[in-house]
């Protein structure tokens, strides 16, 4: 089915930067722009650990970053909530990991052409090296 | 429904690195790979499973979806290298001759666009911000300043003296 689809413009959410009157206690809010997990240890006695939790934390991060750099222009399938499974080409991630943007997304009505897909709607995906 | 993996933190899910693991999600299924990473912002799990004649499939399970990750063993010497090289740019060796002429040719470049370059024994350091490593190719730029690496690079790409130097992908 290749069919291409005018562009579905479906109503903002709320955003992490800026509340737009939603309110940031909401467990909607909460769920859809979740910021980064700050880091466990708090008190200065534990400098130690979290000198030891930032070396942990960037090497994670910048595995994952290359792993999101192989990723660009390859064909994705996304495996997402209700049993739907769809195919993209990748584009970009946001900082936070809250939006994927992609390309030629092939949806059960057509193609679009591009598209943002929310992560928290995602379980997982799949591409090919 | 929030399971316990999204609290660990980085200094727990790095001692799954390497690791072939199991991991449960919510709507009960399973996925299983050898664990490559997991991102510290979103918790979510990278796996990779390799194929019989070399290339590999790679699987990332939200972090929001992670039910339970069950450990089943650990990679031998062979697979942590093939994990670890997974994601890494080709890395290609040049003489030290050839070294020496391309750290010139980008220093022309640079001076030739009226940006200030010093040298600093193999580097370069440009503009007093940025650093240019060996072999001077634009993704060797090292900076903080995120403006002046976007320029910085960009002016490298542009250089009409660049021979060919990119490594061809098979």
């Known amino acids: 089915m290749a069919t291409p689809v005018s562009v579905l413009r479906l109503p903002k959410g709320p955003e992490p930067n800026g509340s737009r009157g939603f309110d940031p206690t909401s467990p909607r809010f909460i769920a859809l722009c979740r910021t980064s997990i700050s880091t466990l240890v708090a008190s200065e006695e534990d400098a130690e650990q979290l000198q030891r939790e930032q070396c942990a934390r960037s ?61 928290q709607d995602v379980i997982s995906y799949t591409f090919h090296l | 429904m929030q399971s316990g993996w999204l609290l660990l933190g980085p200094l727990d899910w790095i001692c799954y690195l390497n690791k072939q693991v199991k991991v449960k999600t919510g709507n009960d299924e399973e996925h299983r790979g050898w664990l490559l990473t997991v991102d510290p912002v979103s918790a979510s799990v990278v796996l990779v499973n390799f194929g019989e004649v070399g290339g590999a499939s790679v699987q990332v399970v939200m972090g929001h979806a992670v039910e339970e990750v069950e450990v089943l063993q650990e990679a031998d010497e062979e697979t942590a290298e093939r994990l670890s090289a997974a994601f890494l740019p080709q890395q290609i060796s040049f003489s030290p001759n050839e070294l020496r ?66 490594p061809r992908h098979t």
């Open chain 1, 59 to 119: 090497a994670l991060r910048e595995s994952f970053l290359r792993c999101l750099l192989s990723m660009a222009n390859k064909k994705v399938q996304f495996h997402m909530y209700e049993k739907v499974k769809v195919e993209a080409t990748f584009g970009a991630c946001d900082i936070d990991v809250l939006n994927f943007q992609v390309s030629d997304l092939h949806t059960p009505i057509g193609v679009q052409k591009e598209a943002l897909i929310r992560c």
């Open chain 2, 101 to 166: 002429r391309r750290k010139e040719m980008a220093r022309r470049w640079l001076q030739k666009n009226h940006v200030p370059v010093d040298d600093n024994g193999e580097e370069l350091k440009v503009a007093g911000v940025l650093t240019l490593m060996p072999p001077y190719m634009p993704e060797d730029c090292r900076s903080s300043n995120e403006i002046i690496l976007d320029r910085i690079q960009k002016l490298l790409e542009t250089n009409p003296e660049k021979l060919e130097d990119r």
